[in-house]
């Protein structure tokens, strides 16, 4: 079971000793093929998560609470201008169809602010109109949307455990899909709505897992000696990508640590590195970051300035 208190304290140490040091975060893009790498844009401040618009055209980031567009070609960014009160924090998407987003932030009402830290799922308009909250209870971080844009997967805490839920995008009864000592984290669904990836701590260490959509069948992917976090697949149906912390960190994903990207064949089951170890952490990848052609993907990488 998590001891949440001691890891907010770590959040909160985390956050207060990168204002104390300056942070480069970088947005890249790196080819599936070649394993090419390219900056798309990258400055002195703390932005994380890109999500790959369905146009190809550009991510959406966030940054002190805020979303923000990155324009692909140019590097410009544009506020997305969703709600005075909104803080978002780094798990949020955009819907099948390209016309929606949803974000996970702190209760935007205050009637709704039942602890110090809450976060609550939204939805708006993909530029920012018609805030809607969707779940009746925090702490609840959205992770996948299914293809048929009717059904949001997300973790949430109840009971004092953190497990696997899906919920309609207009909100309504949760759905609970797992019920294991341990975290379970990161749900995306695959391309064809049968299935969703997460990432579980339920065997002693963070690795893989895949599941019928109803929660059913799990089945372990990955079994090795490191933290593996937010499994992402394919828009194709061919892989899936996942964050790699080079350590064992139990059932922690900290900003600030060793990591790498790696994909795995889900034909063959053969999992390949992306990158060497970089800096990186909370914030690479936590959300699906694939170019809508497969061929991509997207990450920030960090640097400590001197």
Do not use: C
Request: charged residues 20%; glycine residues 8%.
């Amino acid at each position: 079971m998590i001891n949440l208190p001691k890891l907010l304290v770590l959040f909160s140490v985390s956050i207060v000793a990168q204002e104390r040091q300056k942070i480069q975060s970088t947005l890249e893009t790196l080819e599936i093929s070649s394993g090419k790498r390219t900056i798309i844009y990258s400055d002195t401040t703390h932005f994380e998560a890109p999500n790959w618009s369905k146009d190809g055209t550009y991510f959406v980031v966030n940054k002190s609470g805020k979303l923000f567009k990155i324009n692909i070609e140019t590097g410009v960014w544009n506020e997305i201008p969703i709600n005075a009160k909104l803080n978002a924090n780094n798990d949020h998407g955009i819907s099948p169809d390209g016309k929606r987003l949803v974000i996970s932030s702190n209760a935007v009402e205050p009637e709704h602010a039942t602890d110090e830290h809450t976060s609550y799922i939204y939805t708006t308009s993909i530029d920012g109109g018609n805030l809607t909250r969707v779940t009746e209870k925090s702490l609840s971080y959205w992770h996948g949307w299914s293809p048929d844009g009717s059904t949001l997967a997300f973790v949430g805490r109840r009971n004092n455990q953190f497990d696997i839920y899906t919920i309609p995008v207009e909100g309504g009864d949760e759905k609970q899909l797992t019920d294991t000592p341990g975290l379970d984290d990161g749900p995306d669904y695959s391309p064809d709505g049968k299935y969703i990836y997460f990432n579980s701590f339920r065997s002693g260490i963070m690795e893989i897992w895949q599941m019928d959509a109803d929660g059913q069948n799990p089945v372990q992917l990955t079994d090795d000696l490191y933290s593996n976090w937010f499994p992402h697949p394919s828009p194709d149906g061919k892989y899936i990508l996942f964050l790699t912390f080079m350590d064992d960190l139990k059932q922690d994903h900290p900003f600030g640590k060793d990591v790498k990207l790696r994909l795995m064949d889900l034909k063959t089951h053969i999992i390949t590195d992306l990158t060497p170890v970089f800096f990186g952490g909370q914030g690479t990848i936590n959300v699906p970051s694939w170019s809508p052609d497969s061929k991509h993907i997207a990450f920030v990488s960090y640097r400590i300035m001197d």
